[in-house]
């Protein structure tokens, strides 16, 4: 674990630049001289709380927002490792690499469509993102039409069935993101 001085720093830091504030300006909202802010930032000095205090306030965050250690995962993962789950066709081939995650609020999926082969989705929740790595993917949504090459994309809602088609012979790879924005 990292000394709280430093935890408070980052914190402000990483706040700080996600909001496009200058130090000056970090100032003027907080009452907190700049000087003082560099030093904070740099772990260099740990606030009192009255300091800490005006800084949460002037940044409309929780005292303890400073406080949070931020864990910094890194998961690899190997699509070869991963089980497929494959429809009753057995031609569409889902890997689930980044199962759904409530804090994240999305899943990562990468799908193969064996040739000249059709997938149906059923509607679903969320917003849906297809991103073609390699092949064509012919996509029907409702009355809608699209044809993607190795490269493209779309986005949309998944409120209404959607059928994937590999109008090629060879397998399409696809990545698919559904993000769950409730």
Do not use: C
Request: a neutral charge; aromatic letters at 10%.
């Amino acid at each position: 674990m990292q000394p709280l001085a430093n935890i408070i720093g980052q914190n402000l830091e990483k706040l700080r630049k996600k909001r496009g504030l200058s130090l000056d300006k970090t100032a003027e909202l907080t009452g907190v001289s700049k000087g003082m802010l560099a030093s904070i930032e740099k772990g260099k000095t740990n606030p009192t709380v009255s300091t800490l205090w005006k800084i949460a306030m002037g940044l409309q965050v929780s005292f303890s927002y400073f406080m949070a250690e931020s864990k910094t995962e890194i998961k690899k993962v190997k699509l070869k490792e991963l089980k497929a789950f494959t429809d009753d066709s057995d031609h569409y081939h889902l890997f689930s690499l980044f199962p759904f995650h409530p804090g994240k609020k999305f899943e990562i999926y990468t799908i193969r469509l064996d040739a000249y082969a059709s997938h149906v989705s059923e509607q679903h929740a969320g917003e849906e993102y297809i991103l073609v790595g390699d092949g064509e993917l012919l996509i029907e949504i409702g009355e809608n039409h699209y044809k993607l090459e190795t490269g493209d994309g779309l986005q949309f809602s998944p409120n209404q069935q959607h059928i994937y088609t590999n109008p090629l012979n060879k397998t399409v790879t696809i990545f698919n993101v559904i993000y769950y924005p409730e």
